[in-house]
């Protein structure tokens, strides 16, 4: 069989670039498409045959001897700098290949620096979109906000496939962290478009708003290097003043105590009593830790401006190093779980790694689990009533402590309803159950445990919106966050009825800051609820809704953290005058929770107030509101408030001012033009006004730092070595034939078995 004529290789007419690139090349010198794109020379590789073309090729009559002799004489004509009209290059197939061959050098100079070109263009078109993601989620759209002064952002939004009017934003990643939609942060891009306006000159490094900032940014820097303690920090016996550590302890009993029931306190009250009357030289170290973190706690309301925090920072690093010791496996009791669960609060509270708190409470919520508290002490070996409500009321904590953390740090709760059979507390009081076989008061009677048995009722509710929020799965519409709306609302009604009742009967009854407590605690999870919504409910109708919660929430909110002087102080009967100043000392001076939720209502009452003046221009003057106003003002104030009380960033005061002097000046009817010179103002007076401040702070620190350095010259260390810290738990069993029902409950055997 006669083997088939093979065809020749098809001569190359187009230029190197067309060719690549698929593109119709019009065989000029230098051709259409290569003039377009700007690519430097054009470039002709050297294919022409020595035969006829058109037809040895088989290409048809339509291609003329002209058509190839054309690029090689353009070919030619490039490399020796002379350029000739294609039209006119009538050449036959000798002199072409003649003319061809006498230019190869040159035409592989002319292709290699073609080439090089082509990649300085893919470099730069690289070095553009190195900040993007290569691959984002198919069913996302990531939005890219870089700022000077807060970095970069990537808010990842959903497509808009599930019905609703707009997509909304699902989580945002800065860093090395994703935040879910509860977090904070997300609200983020609320505020761009006013940062956008003074960016530029931030970013000019010379300008002076540049310049205060990096100071400002350094001082905060010195200042948590010279307070933060030495690390290791080991518990020592040096407790304040017995006056001062009285107060500090019914601090602690009066906030923290009644929502997360943690401390027997008739028991702590006993070991407390006798650690002021003790000589021994070995010191209970358990309950000292336990001391020193309710000491801490109790610090943040002392007074206004947090004068104990050091004193706090060094009790926290000195609990946080006993609890990460490796000889655990004897403390593994409930003793060392209430030391756990008190040192998360510290943490947040004191400033000692709060963003990370999140993550000691998921190993926290491990240890729970490997002792047995998921499971009901019904369904566990005979335990004395104390032994069986002390897990009931631990377990119930770091259910609350698990899903609020979720709440706040916009990360997934990893609790669900259906993984434990733990019953609620019992509605005792501290002294009941330490006898034997006592009755659970009613539940219209208020106990020591009232509060947190209330909020066990609305616990489900509040961890199906945490859920909702922040589960990577988690795709729900807005008729999902209206159901939930409904459904914590209901359950929330049925605990301000029973806590209406508490607190017109004629017995024991909650105090003024456990009820704002309560209320607090809700308006947080309808705050985060509806917040994803909020800026769209600007433009889409179908959102209302939200807008009108988020702000009612948010004035709430803000009465209970920055009470109006207007405001009637006068205590109710039975209730000390002292307790109005604990949820404002707790914004001022705590961080975390407390701090976060009174920034985030602030931010979203200058939202409104700022949409409010965009509909005045449209719709005529008399919309703005007065009140929100007052608070806008008033966040000015309780920002510095927090720089006083020992905060070191001031992007608080910074951001407050902004968004103040924003309103101010589209109030006032500035321009385009006149508007970002008034902000720059502004914002150069607010870092004036804080860089004196942090300068005094540092001074005061270094003094006490020096004095530390020469009592102790070996021990330093960088203040943000603890957020890496985290506490584990051995794989030690527990030991359930231990005859003792108390004992086997503390894994402790001591003279006393109410000793914890």
Known sequence: MAEPERRRRRPPVSCTLCRRRKLRCSRESPCSNCIKSRSGNCVYENFISHAQPGVELGLGPAYSESHYSAPTTSISSTATGVTAPNHTSQSSPKAASSTAGSTPTSYSSQEVESL??????????????????????????????????????????????????????????????????????????????????????????????????????????????????????????????????????????????????ILHIPTFRREYAAQWVSTSNEPNTAFLVQLKLVLAIGATTYDELFSLKPSALKWVYEAQTWISEPGFKHRLNLQYLQTNILLLIAREFVDVGPDLVWIAAGTLLRTAIYMGLHKDPKRLPTMSTFAAEMRRRLWNTILELSTQLSLTSGGPPFVSLDGFDTEPPGNFDDEQITADDPVPKPEAEFTQTSIAIALRKTFAARLAITKFLNDHSSRGTYGETLRLDAGLRTAYKSVLRLLQGYK????????????????????????????????????????????????????????????????????????????????????????????????????????????????????????????????????????????????????????????????????????????????IKVIEEAEEKCIPKLEEMLARYQTESATKELEQPHMNTEPQSLGDWDFSMSDALFDFSNPDPINWAFGETTQDPLTL
């Not at 900040?131 to 970095?151: F, H, K, V």
């Not at 306006?197 to 100071?215: A, C, G, N, T």
């Not at 006056?243 to 906030?255: C, G, K, S, W």
């Not at 931010?603 to 409104?608: D, G, H, T």
Request: proline content about 6%; hydrophobic content about 40%.
């Open 504 to 679: 017109s009967g004629s017995g024991l009854r909650p105090s003024e800051t456990e009820v704002d407590m309560v209320s607090l605690l809700m308006n947080r999870y309808i705050l985060s609820l509806h917040n994803p919504y909020f800026s769209s409910a600007m433009q889409e109708a179908a959102y209302a809704f939200s807008r009108k919660v988020i702000i009612e929430t948010s004035i709430k909110v803000w009465r209970a953290m920055y009470p109006s002087t207007t405001t009637t102080l006068q205590p109710s009967r039975n209730v000390p005058s002292s307790n109005y100043h604990d949820l404002p000392r707790l914004a001022i001076c705590a961080s975390g929770f407390f701090r976060i939720i009174t920034l985030q209502a602030s931010i979203l009452i200058a939202m409104e107030l700022m949409a409010q003046l965009q509909e005045e221009e449209i719709l005529g003057p008399g919309i703005v509101r007065q009140d929100l106003l007052t608070i806008m003002e008033e966040a000015k104030t309780w920002s510095w408030r927090t720089i006083e009380a020992g905060e070191t960033s001031i992007k608080g005061y910074f951001l407050a001012s902004l968004l103040a002097a924003h309103i101010e000046g589209r109030i006032q009817g500035l321009g385009k033009e006149e508007l970002p010179s008034f902000l």
């Open 116 to 261: 090089r070109n082509r990649i300085r263009q893919l470099e730069e078109q690289l070095s553009k979109t190195n900040l993007t993601p290569s691959q984002p989620p198919a069913d996302s759209n990531i939005e890219a906000i870089n700022s000077r002064i807060s970095g970069t952002f990537y808010i990842h939004h959903e497509n808009n496939l599930t019905g609703q009017p707009r997509a909304i934003s699902r989580s945002v990643t800065h860093k090395t962290r994703v935040f879910g939609q509860s977090h904070w942060i997300t609200g983020f891009s609320l505020v761009r478009d006013i940062i956008g306006i003074f960016e530029p000159h931030v970013r000019d490094e010379s300008s002076r708003i540049s310049v205060l900032m990096q100071k400002s940014k350094s001082l905060a820097r010195a200042i948590k290097d010279r307070r933060s303690p030495p690390w290791p920090s080991l518990p020592v016996v040096d407790l304040p003043s017995k006056d001062i550590a009285d107060e500090l302890v019914d601090r602690y009993f009066r906030t923290v105590e009644p929502i997360y029931r």
